[in-house]
């Protein structure tokens, strides 16, 4: 089945940079690679998705990329305010003719935005 | 608010019990999808179901079973409670029956195994 790392565990940044968050697949026909935002105690909520027909998707201050080669796509997220601070998740999953596969989560990463 | 729903919010039980965990979808979804999230271990998909029917099947546990009625509403049930049950329980509802649809987490219901 498919597999998700996810880097790095926590991180830790200053209000105004940037944060960047990785993860890696292993199944080459994983095709949708949605990331969530969860606040303590609440939960997930989408915040963008992509899928393997485009390399980069932007909203506003975050962006995903894909690069379907190496199998890894990353968060991007510019001008951290101390309301990003969160856990994110990547998750990948794919769908393939009459099958339907799940949805597979990293084990997140805590980002911590200091004013 | 994504427009899921769960009830109960938290839930205080003993080893051994038995306990019902209740999800309303979106209006419109006809897929839902369980997990269990707890510290160790992430968000662990348990199991789907698309309009009354299972779709698809992840690590549930035997002593786990899951159904989803005519209105689409989603019954997970949990029985012969043990410690290691302890966790967070969401549903999440999708349009169709694919999980590379967008799915909608709902607020989850916390269940405390003493």
């Known amino acids: 089945g498919e597999n998700v790392e996810q880097h790095p565990s926590t991180l830790s940044v200053q209000e105004g940079d940037s944060a960047v968050i990785k993860c890696t697949y292993s199944d080459s026909a994983s095709n949708y690679f949605p990331w969530y935002k969860q606040e303590l105690g609440k939960r997930p909520q989408l915040i963008i998705d992509?899928?393997?027909?485009?390399g980069e998707k932007k909203d506003q201050r975050i962006a995903v990329t894909l690069n379907k080669t190496a199998k890894h796509f990353s968060l991007h997220i510019t001008e951290t305010q101390p309301e990003d601070s969160a856990v994110y998740f990547c998750?990948?999953?794919?769908?393939?003719?009459?099958?339907?596969?799940?949805?597979?989560f990293g084990k997140g990463t805590l980002l911590t935005v200091n004013p | 608010d994504s427009g899921v729903t769960q009830t109960p919010k938290h839930l205080i039980t003993a080893t051994g019990q038995r306990v019902t965990l209740r999800c309303s979808p979106r209006?419109?979804?006809?897929?839902v999808y369980w997990y269990q999230q707890s510290l160790d271990q992430g968000l662990q998909f348990l199991i789907q179901y698309y309009n009354g029917e299972e779709r698809a099947k992840g690590n549930i546990l035997e002593r786990f079973s899951a159904q989803q009625f005519p209105d689409l509403h989603s019954e997970l049930n949990l029985s012969s409670l043990e410690l290691g049950d302890s966790a967070l329980y969401f549903c999440?509802?999708?349009?169709?029956?694919?999980?590379?649809?967008?799915?909608?987490f709902g607020p989850g219901t916390r269940l405390t195994v003493l």
């Open positions: 209006s419109g979804d006809l897929s």
């Open positions: 992509i899928r393997s027909n485009v």
């Open positions: 998750a990948a999953s794919r769908n393939s003719g009459g099958s339907n596969y799940k949805l597979t």
């Open positions: 999440a509802s999708t349009l169709g029956g694919w999980s590379a649809d967008t799915q909608y």
